[in-house]
């Protein structure tokens, strides 16, 4: 009878801590959208990171943001062109 009330014991106090940290882990404290570090990034944002770091170099860099900012002036709606394949047949 007392082996059983203490594992009994342990598996209630197991429980309660258990479901003691999922409610703090739960409905800890959130992060705010307004925080600096959780903006989106743009993607030219994301290459100056890249340039920042010396993973690109700087005619790399140049040539990759007017890639995106040529990007930001075409409509997103223009027909695609027809790419053709390798071996002259024409994609579809």
């Excluded at 700087?58 to 390798?86: C, H, I, N, W, Y």
């Amino acid at each position: 009878m007392g082996i059983g009330m203490g594992i009994g014991m342990i598996l209630f106090w197991g429980l309660i801590i258990a479901a003691i940290v999922v409610l703090v882990r739960g409905f800890g404290a959130r992060p705010v959208a307004s925080e600096p570090g959780l903006v989106e990034k743009t993607p030219l944002d994301i290459l100056g990171e890249r340039y920042a770091k010396g993973e690109i170099d700087k005619s790399e860099f140049e040539q990759k943001r007017r890639d995106l900012e040529g990007s930001r002036t075409k409509p997103m709606d223009q027909p695609r062109r027809e790419v053709p394949k390798a071996g002259g047949v024409e994609a579809s």
